[in-house]
């Protein structure tokens, strides 16, 4: 009996292979210079015999899928034509640099020494002749959607040369001895409507991205100069994404603050200050809340009228899913959800973590809680808790949370580590942690209530006592402070320290962090457990978005040009908007759909391509709005057409890829997403590495739009011209670039907000008196640089972007920090200009640069 094994990727085939031979093994070289082929004995029970086993991989997807000929080049067909035009998938023969298919995160082989290039005919060729040879076939790629449909990919090519083989579907959580083994003697098969599922959605990822980054693109380049080399992709997922984060911009720009008065009460005794706090809270009403103060100091006395004594609970964390590791280790560790992930792949290949993308946050009931406990006993950190946990009577079962994925547990630690350094240390730390804070016990305390009455108003204060840190001990990103009160009694009578009337405003809410954007695309259905951290990066590599960091926390801030693409399609009244998240959640609802059985592959593409075309023809009536939006953002030098209309068509090329030409349809896992000819490219795969395409040409000749929906204007838009513009993630066909406008005053960077636009997500509390900004707060209005001018008080100026409506909207200007209220000077500079502006020194002032002064001369309405 042979039987031939075929991982997702180097690292997996080796580890299986030193588990199951025992590493007892030889090794072959395979026709790709990345694969080699491992042999060895194993017996296969029920037989006594010992099997021929013979094991390699693929480089993630094996194929990518692409239009016809006919429909690559931009010239040759309206992007509506894509809807309906015909795609073939194939084993991709063009090979590309292994730097960019690292790049694009979901291929991990950092700890082979690999040469530059990869070739998948040669891989294909590989398991051609094995299978030949082999009686039985295992798939060992990870269990997920995206591994069922790379192991269906495997199962063609062998099934070309031996139709007859026998199939089987290994399935594994984790790269430890009893998974392995376990999986190996107990294989099943593959799941064939997750295989649907991923065909569906790259198709549907291929049309959508490819049609409308042509429409865009072309549509754009025709009427604004400073995009004219650019390539403005759309992905399903991606505009969503760009979406949530423009909202909350837009809500942060629109923010007023409203002052509001309350009272506050303070009692000095026992060497401890006790603050209470107003029933009411607050009021918007200044009268109302000075006649309520009078009151109080008229009648100063406080009366105690309950002092409420229980127990309380701090619970412990529930068991950790891909999404709330992205989130935490945004929010503790401040790594990008995108390298969070590729650093937990990096621990599952190293046998250290169990499979990271999961949805499950609830653990089965024979789970092997204390053998994994007991490997972590040892530890220098954590090694004494995890004694008490498996010695004591620490442990508690984990909290069940709602989800469960039925194919993988919650990520947890399956082996110590010694010998991690960087970042790596502190993703599995934090990984070991949380997994023995779930096996502990909640943290339990006690809090006192007191509440006193002061002419009738009523005011509390809270303490709190901490009995068990439990939990606490291992978890430290968890914070539980302990607060004393001094004793009570009810009917006690004393007299206030002080009772103050106190002025505060409304704060601003904040901008987005990428821990926010996570849970936004998580609860909205954008993109999967896996793929939400792949959107986040592409938005921000298209410069559509940018990262603005202050203090330890990056904040997200829109482009000029993603603002106006996103107010540009919400100003054409679409019912389900192409920014909005409502069109992209209901397909992958249906991809779920067709994984539960519930729908077939066929029902759910005629229904969302019909979808998509509809709102394709909606947008292209109306893309005259869309420029009109744009114009506002991102034409602060003017020189460009503006007419309204609709998209240009654009010359096309031969080249392929992911995103070549219109945002190939990519997706998944590493690089099937290639092909796209221009015309967007392969649909979609983010695992592997497939090719990028060739170069397109730079420029096209337009022709007029003949399709339903067409508008009345030509367009001599060109198809990308560099090949960076790819897409690979769950979009695939995003295809775009932008670097908004890159080279023109207001396109790039103008859109980003200044620190004094966050605030605090909740109300907070001025000084006593209404006036009470300081110089700090002043210098947060806006962005410091090191090579900023100095204004005429002599202070280093900051950088913000204009904000009221006008030709120089979103063009950053240096200005005094001081607020108004603080006597600035007023000093004002282009920032592109030099920054001399109206006083001030720098060492490259520029006298054309004082002629004018920024409109709206404040970050988001921040006076200055």
Request: proline share 5%.
């Given at each position: 009996?042979?039987?031939?094994?075929?991982?997702?990727?180097?690292?997996?085939?080796?580890?299986?292979?030193?588990?199951?031979?025992?590493?007892?093994?030889?090794?072959?070289?395979?026709?790709?210079?990345?694969?080699?082929?491992?042999?060895?004995?194993?017996?296969?029970?029920?037989?006594?015999?010992?099997?021929?086993?013979?094991?390699?991989?693929?480089?993630?997807?094996?194929?990518?899928?692409?239009?016809?000929?006919?429909?690559?080049?931009?010239?040759?067909?309206?992007?509506?034509?894509?809807?309906?035009?015909?795609?073939?998938?194939?084993?991709?023969?063009?090979?590309?640099?292994?730097?960019?298919?690292?790049?694009?995160?979901?291929?991990?082989?950092?700890?082979?020494?690999?040469?530059?290039?990869?070739?998948?005919?040669?891989?294909?060729?590989?398991?051609?002749?094995?299978?030949?040879?082999?009686?039985?076939?295992?798939?060992?790629?990870?269990?997920?959607?995206?591994?069922?449909?790379?192991?269906?990919?495997?199962?063609?090519?062998?099934?070309?040369?031996?139709?007859?083989?026998?199939?089987?579907?290994?399935?594994?959580?984790?790269?430890?001895?009893?998974?392995?083994?376990?999986?190996?003697?107990?294989?099943?098969?593959?799941?064939?409507?997750?295989?649907?599922?991923?065909?569906?959605?790259?198709?549907?990822?291929?049309?959508?991205?490819?049609?409308?980054?042509?429409?865009?693109?072309?549509?754009?380049?025709?009427?604004?100069?400073?995009?004219?080399?650019?390539?403005?992709?759309?992905?399903?997922?991606?505009?969503?994404?760009?979406?949530?984060?423009?909202?909350?911009?837009?809500?942060?720009?629109?923010?007023?603050?409203?002052?509001?008065?309350?009272?506050?009460?303070?009692?000095?005794?026992?060497?401890?200050?006790?603050?209470?706090?107003?029933?009411?809270?607050?009021?918007?009403?200044?009268?109302?809340?000075?006649?309520?103060?009078?009151?109080?100091?008229?009648?100063?006395?406080?009366?105690?009228?309950?002092?409420?004594?229980?127990?309380?609970?701090?619970?412990?964390?529930?068991?950790?899913?891909?999404?709330?590791?992205?989130?935490?280790?945004?929010?503790?560790?401040?790594?990008?959800?995108?390298?969070?992930?590729?650093?937990?792949?990096?621990?599952?290949?190293?046998?250290?973590?169990?499979?990271?993308?999961?949805?499950?946050?609830?653990?089965?009931?024979?789970?092997?809680?204390?053998?994994?406990?007991?490997?972590?006993?040892?530890?220098?950190?954590?090694?004494?808790?995890?004694?008490?946990?498996?010695?004591?009577?620490?442990?508690?079962?984990?909290?069940?949370?709602?989800?469960?994925?039925?194919?993988?547990?919650?990520?947890?630690?399956?082996?110590?580590?010694?010998?991690?350094?960087?970042?790596?240390?502190?993703?599995?730390?934090?990984?070991?942690?949380?997994?023995?804070?779930?096996?502990?016990?909640?943290?339990?305390?006690?809090?006192?209530?007191?509440?006193?009455?002061?002419?009738?108003?009523?005011?509390?204060?809270?303490?709190?006592?901490?009995?068990?840190?439990?939990?606490?001990?291992?978890?430290?990103?968890?914070?539980?402070n302990g607060t004393l009160l001094p004793d009570f009694q009810i009917g006690e009578k004393f007299m206030p320290t002080s009772c103050e009337l106190k002025e505060g405003s409304t704060s601003r809410p904040n901008l987005l962090t990428e821990a926010d954007l996570v849970g936004?695309?998580?609860?909205?259905?954008?993109?999967?457990?896996?793929?939400?951290?792949?959107?986040?990066?592409?938005?921000?590599?298209?410069?559509?978005?940018?990262?603005?960091?202050?203090?330890?926390?990056?904040?997200?801030?829109?482009?000029?040009?993603?603002?106006?693409?996103?107010?540009?399609?919400?100003?054409?009244?679409?019912?389900?908007?192409?920014?909005?998240?409502?069109?992209?959640?209901?397909?992958?609802?249906?991809?779920?759909?067709?994984?539960?059985?519930?729908?077939?592959?066929?029902?759910?593409?005629?229904?969302?391509?019909?979808?998509?075309?509809?709102?394709?023809?909606?947008?292209?009536?109306?893309?005259?709005?869309?420029?009109?939006?744009?114009?506002?953002?991102?034409?602060?030098?003017?020189?460009?057409?503006?007419?309204?209309?609709?998209?240009?068509?654009?010359?096309?090329?031969?080249?392929?890829?992911?995103?070549?030409?219109?945002?190939?349809?990519?997706?998944?896992?590493?690089?099937?997403?290639?092909?796209?000819?221009?015309?967007?490219?392969?649909?979609?795969?983010?695992?592997?590495?497939?090719?990028?395409?060739?170069?397109?040409?730079?420029?096209?000749?337009?022709?007029?739009?003949?399709?339903?929906?067409?508008?009345?204007?030509?367009?001599?838009?060109?198809?990308?011209?560099?090949?960076?513009?790819?897409?690979?993630?769950?979009?695939?066909?995003?295809?775009?670039?932008?670097?908004?406008?890159?080279?023109?005053?207001?396109?790039?960077?103008?859109?980003?907000?200044?620190?004094?636009?966050?605030?605090?997500?909740?109300?907070?509390?001025?000084?006593?008196?209404?006036?009470?900004?300081?110089?700090?707060?002043?210098?947060?209005?806006?962005?410091?640089?090191?090579?900023?001018?100095?204004?005429?008080?002599?202070?280093?100026?900051?950088?913000?972007?204009?904000?009221?409506?006008?030709?120089?909207?979103?063009?950053?200007?240096?200005?005094?920090?001081?607020?108004?209220?603080?006597?600035?000077?007023?000093?004002?500079?282009?920032?592109?200009?030099?920054?001399?502006?109206?006083?001030?020194?720098?060492?490259?002032?520029?006298?054309?640069?004082?002629?004018?002064?920024?409109?709206?001369?404040a970050s988001l309405g921040v006076s200055t």
């Amino acid at each position: 009996m042979r039987i031939l094994c075929v991982a997702e990727k180097p690292s997996i085939a080796r580890s299986v292979t030193e588990i199951l031979s025992g590493n007892q093994f030889t090794t072959r070289q395979s026709p790709n210079r990345y694969t080699k082929n491992f042999d060895f004995h194993y017996r296969l029970p029920p037989s006594p015999q010992l099997a021929d086993f013979t094991v390699t991989s693929v480089l993630g997807h094996l194929t990518c899928t692409d239009f016809d000929a006919d429909y690559k080049g931009w010239h040759n067909c309206d992007p509506f034509s894509l809807f309906d035009a015909p795609i073939h998938r194939f084993v991709n023969p063009v090979s590309i640099p292994f730097k960019e298919l690292r790049q694009s995160n979901l291929y991990f082989c950092s700890n082979l020494n690999l040469p530059p290039i990869q070739d998948h005919t040669g891989i294909e060729r590989n398991l051609k002749a094995e299978a030949r040879r082999a009686d039985k076939l295992m798939i060992w790629t990870d269990c997920d959607r995206e591994g069922e449909h790379i192991g269906s990919e495997i199962v063609s090519v062998c099934r070309a040369v031996k139709p007859g083989i026998i199939v089987l579907r290994a399935r594994f959580s984790a790269i430890i001895p009893a998974q392995i083994h376990n999986a190996c003697q107990n294989a099943g098969q593959l799941d064939m409507n997750q295989v649907y599922a991923v065909q569906a959605r790259m198709e549907l990822d291929l049309r959508i991205g490819a049609a409308l980054t042509r429409c865009q693109t072309m549509g754009l380049q025709t009427r604004f100069h400073q995009l004219a080399d650019s390539l403005i992709s759309y992905g399903p997922c991606q505009f969503p994404t760009l979406g949530f984060v423009v909202d909350q911009y837009d809500k942060v720009k629109a923010f007023v603050a409203e002052a509001f008065w309350y009272i506050h009460v303070v009692l000095e005794r026992d060497d401890s200050k006790v603050e209470f706090n107003w029933k009411r809270h607050r009021l918007f009403d200044y009268h109302a809340a000075f006649v309520l103060h009078e009151m109080c100091i008229d009648e100063p006395e406080a009366t105690v009228k309950d002092v409420n004594i229980k127990p309380t609970v701090k619970w412990k964390p529930l068991p950790l899913t891909t999404v709330e590791l992205q989130k935490s280790g945004s929010r503790l560790l401040h790594l990008t959800p995108k390298t969070v992930l590729d650093i937990a792949e990096k621990l599952y290949q190293k046998g250290l973590v169990s499979y990271p993308r999961t949805e499950t946050d609830q653990f089965d009931r024979d789970f092997d809680f204390m053998g994994l406990i007991e490997k972590q006993m040892n530890d220098s950190q954590w090694g004494d808790f995890a004694t008490r946990l498996k010695d004591g009577d620490g442990f508690q079962t984990p909290r069940n949370g709602r989800k469960n994925d039925k194919a993988h547990p919650p990520i947890h630690p399956t082996a110590h580590a010694n010998n991690l350094t960087a970042d790596e240390k502190r993703v599995y730390d934090f990984i070991t942690r949380r997994y023995l804070a779930c096996c502990s016990k909640n943290a339990t305390g006690k809090t006192t209530t007191v509440v006193i009455d002061i002419a009738a108003e009523e005011f509390t204060a809270t303490g709190l006592v901490i009995i068990e840190r439990n939990y606490l001990e291992v978890y430290v990103y968890d914070k539980w402070n302990g607060t004393l009160l001094p004793d009570f009694q009810i009917g006690e009578k004393f007299m206030p320290t002080s009772c103050e009337l106190k002025e505060g405003s409304t704060s601003r809410p904040n901008l987005l962090t990428e821990a926010d954007l996570v849970g936004l695309m998580d609860r909205n259905g954008i993109g999967t457990d896996a793929t939400i951290a792949e959107h986040i990066a592409k938005i921000i590599d298209r410069n559509y978005v940018f990262k603005i960091r202050e203090g330890s926390t990056q904040y997200l801030v829109p482009s000029t040009l993603g603002i106006g693409l996103v107010e540009g399609y919400n100003a054409i009244g679409l019912d389900k908007s192409l920014s909005k998240p409502q069109l992209r959640r209901e397909t992958e609802h249906r991809m779920s759909l067709i994984c539960e059985g519930s729908r077939s592959k066929g029902d759910v593409l005629t229904q969302t391509i019909d979808e998509y075309r509809e709102v394709f023809i909606r947008t292209r009536r109306a893309f005259g709005t869309i420029v009109e939006q744009v114009a506002r953002y991102i034409n602060s030098a003017g020189g460009q057409d503006t007419n309204s209309g609709d998209e240009g068509e654009g010359d096309g090329s031969e080249g392929g890829g992911d995103g070549r030409g219109g945002g190939g349809g990519g997706g998944g896992r590493g690089g099937g997403g290639g092909g796209g000819g221009g015309g967007g490219g392969g649909g979609g795969n983010s695992r592997g590495g497939q090719s990028r395409g060739t170069r397109g040409t730079r420029r096209g000749r337009g022709t007029r739009q003949t399709n339903p929906g067409a508008g009345p204007s030509r367009g001599n838009g060109r198809p990308p011209t560099s090949d960076d513009d790819s897409d690979d993630g769950d979009d695939g066909p995003s295809g775009g670039a932008t670097r908004a406008g890159r080279g023109t005053r207001g396109a790039t960077r103008a859109g980003r907000a200044t620190r004094g636009t966050r605030g605090s997500k909740s109300t907070s509390a001025a000084a006593s008196s209404r006036n009470t900004t300081t110089s700090a707060s002043a210098t947060r209005a806006g962005r410091s640089d090191s090579t900023a001018p100095l204004c005429k008080c002599g202070a280093q100026t900051v950088e913000r972007p204009v904000v009221k409506d006008g030709p120089n909207k979103g063009r950053l200007f240096y200005g005094c920090p001081k607020p108004q209220s603080e006597g600035s000077c007023g000093f004002q500079g282009w920032a592109d200009e030099g920054g001399g502006g109206n006083g001030g020194t720098s060492g490259n002032t520029s006298r054309a640069s004082a002629q004018k002064r920024p409109a709206g001369e404040a970050s988001l309405g921040v006076s200055t």
